[in-house]
């Protein structure tokens, strides 16, 4: 792609580096705002300078959140003894969409991959741990994705919970192996927390 321009061509780099962006959505992209007045300009970018400098992770779930602590984990209303375990805040928000679930989350950051050179260090595992130590749960719901890594990430969290007297379940595999839950629709997600089934210990789930 030949560029007229340096700055458009950097622009252009940038945003091309965004998760399913490719070089003519990018340049589109950067077209689009060059048309756009100033100040649309500057409310955008000064919105993205405001989400990195002043985002906040909150310090139970690890949710993104504006405060210290989440308004899901600040709720009244959420039932704090049921932990539903999560990749990432994209999930959580999918899940919440279906409005079947009352309880409360914690988000991994991600999955186990060793292929990516992710392993159980990487992510919120042992903040999970201590939570169990520290709080009264009754049950830790393991939500993640119907693939490889997710599978993995469940058998491992498995083994670290067991010692806990708490109920273990996984989601109903309503949802096809290989699926993201932020990709499923809200009925198919919904059904699948609602009729969560226990995670057995050989790793089959138990109808």
């Not at 560029?3 to 061509?9: G, K």
């Not at 600040?74 to 999918?94: G, L, N, P």
């Not at 994705?145 to 109903?172: N, P």
């Amino acid at each position: 792609m030949n560029f007229s321009s340096r700055l458009l061509e950097q622009a252009v780099d940038e945003f091309g580096r965004l998760p399913g962006v490719g070089k003519k959505t990018a340049l589109r992209l950067v077209l689009h705002l060059l048309k756009q007045p100033d100040a649309e300009v500057n409310r955008f970018t000064g919105a993205l300078t405001q989400l990195k400098e002043q985002i906040k992770y909150c310090k139970f779930c690890f949710n993104i959140s504006d405060q210290e602590c989440c308004e899901i984990c600040a709720s009244a209303k959420r039932d704090q003894h049921t932990i539903c375990v999560v990749e990432d805040t994209r999930d959580v928000m999918a899940i919440e969409n279906t409005n079947q679930y009352q309880g409360v989350y914690h988000v991994l950051g991600g999955l186990i991959s060793p292929m990516d050179g992710v392993g159980p260090a990487d992510l919120k595992i042992e903040a999970l741990v201590d939570r169990l130590r520290n709080t009264e749960v009754k049950e830790v719901i393991l939500a993640l994705s119907a693939t490889m890594e997710g599978d993995t990430t469940i058998f491992y969290l498995y083994r670290k919970l067991k010692e806990f007297s708490i109920e273990i379940s996984t989601i109903a595999r309503g949802i096809a192996f290989g699926g993201e839950l932020e990709y499923v629709d809200e009925v198919t997600l919904g059904r699948s927390i609602a009729t969560r089934v226990p995670y057995a210990r050989d790793g089959i789930q138990q109808g």
